[in-house]
């Protein structure tokens, strides 16, 4: 049997690293299983839903990586809804209820003083027709709860492991507001089901959600996916990280020009047993993925964190993949500069310092040696040994070796005291510019 899998976003924001996660390990289960990724947007929430989101979304997936074989949209779903939703009213699994929410609030205060949970009682399970059509001769119209089993509900979650609910604890959920419009759940529910999603990978906020839902889904006579329900992400402080989703943004981090494989090997491996080490593609982390290492404890992220992998990916990042962004730059001039880079962006800092103008830093003691440095410059052609030969004639030269013979043509030749390797800049700078600034 083929895997199918589903990320489904409500599109009333953009996504964030904690969403992204959920993205990136639906999509190396696909990739693992070779199985099917559905993007499905859960905007059944027409009011705060918006296809500019939607787009938003689409666009932050691209850029992970992420290639949905099928996209849905819930709110083109609504006749299949309504169709489901009588059939349940039908058999008795949705009943209507006519309490306000102040009334609702009251009974679960009263609930709450005399020290019982504030489950709801089903009254409205009790109405006579005669008591409905009260209501509704009051202007009053009904929202639809769903009649649970209350009974152990049981599943084996392929990151928690057993998960036992016993959903006589839970309120009968309202599936379907007074408005007509459907809560998440159920929607959820049927498309799982019409789509054949096999498993349903998700933060560990749906837990509860999930014994409703398989309830749900035996109504239906729907097959019972697998589940797997991940820690949810906090900051670096420990805190939820709804506090700062802005800077947390997908879009936001894609403009601050880190890397998506930055992004995606430090999302992938967060919370895992394996150490988190930049993966340059899907592949690489698709070998050692398994739900299995997910930790149940909450997994930290930490920016500065993502800082250091990003600088680490660059590191060993090959032309190919970049040479696309640095349009004009050579081979050599990547594997010179990415060494000493955090960010892409970065290396255009050592182009200026290659190609100029630079202020070369010059102290007095060194203006003699500089000059003995200068007539000992090779001819061109130039290559990656030039420095080496240079700079064991200047040695002979001067009598100068170790830090007082590199730290002053460092300075001369880049006016800077850091920098990537002499030897590889060297014959990027150029003998003309080298001349130039040892003047
Ligand atoms: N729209 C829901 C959410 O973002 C989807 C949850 C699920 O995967 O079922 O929380």
């Not at 928690?160 to 929607?187: C, K, Q």
């Not at 959600?209 to 019972?224: D, F, M, R, S």
């Not at 102290?363 to 003699?368: F, I, L, T």
């Amino acid at each position: 049997m083929s895997t199918i899998v589903r990320f489904a976003p409500s599109p009333t924001g953009r996504i964030h690293i904690g969403n992204a996660r959920t993205a990136i390990l639906n999509w190396l289960f696909a990739l693992k299983s070779g199985g099917q990724f559905i993007l499905r947007y859960d905007d059944t929430d027409t009011a705060r839903s918006t296809e500019d989101y939607a787009r938003g979304i689409a666009t932050d997936l691209a850029w992970l990586g992420i290639n949905p074989a099928r996209v849905e949209w819930q709110s083109r779903r609504f006749a299949r809804y309504d169709a489901v939703a009588d059939d349940l009213r039908a058999r008795g699994f949705l009943y209507p209820c006519y309490e306000t929410a102040d009334e609702l609030d009251r009974r679960r205060k009263r609930q709450q003083a005399r020290g019982l949970p504030p489950v709801y009682d089903r009254a409205a399970l009790k109405l006579t027709d005669d008591e409905k059509r009260a209501f509704e001769a009051q202007g009053r119209k009904p929202h639809w709860r769903f009649r649970l089993a209350q009974k152990q509900v049981e599943w084996t979650d392929l990151i928690r492991g057993p998960v036992h609910i016993d959903t006589a604890n839970l309120s009968d959920p309202v599936l379907i507001r007074e408005d007509g419009t459907y809560l998440y759940t159920l929607p959820s529910v049927i498309d799982d089901v019409d789509f054949g999603v096999t498993h349903v990978i998700r933060g560990e906020d749906h837990v509860v959600n999930t014994a409703v839902q398989i309830e749900i889904t035996q109504a239906l006579g729907g097959k019972v996916p697998s589940y797997a329900h991940h820690s949810l992400l906090t900051g670096a402080d420990g805190k939820g990280l709804s506090k700062r989703l802005g800077s947390l943004s997908i879009g936001q981090m894609r403009e601050d020009g880190f890397e998506a494989m930055a992004v995606v090997s430090h999302a992938a491996l967060l919370g895992t047993s394996d150490n988190i080490h930049p993966c340059t593609d899907y592949a690489e982390l698709v070998d050692g993925f398994d739900l299995h290492k997910l930790s149940r404890a909450p997994a930290r992220f930490d920016e500065t964190e993502l800082k250091a992998l990003n600088a680490k990916l660059l590191h060993m990042t090959g032309f190919d993949a970049v040479a696309a962004r640095l349009p004009g730059k050579t081979e050599a001039f990547w594997l010179a500069v990415r060494g000493n880079i955090e960010k892409l962006a970065d290396a255009e800092q050592w182009a200026a310092v290659i190609e100029g103008p630079v202020t070369p830093v010059v102290a007095d003691e060194d203006r003699d040696f500089l000059a003995a440095a200068r007539a000992a410059l090779p001819a061109e052609p130039w290559d990656a040994s030039t420095w080496k030969a240079w700079t064991e004639a200047v040695k002979t030269a001067t009598g100068r070796k170790g830090k007082p013979l590199f730290m002053p043509l460092r300075l001369a030749l880049t006016g800077l005291d850091h920098g990537p390797e002499l030897a590889a800049l060297l014959p990027l700078i150029g003998r003309n510019r080298v001349l130039d600034r040892l003047a």
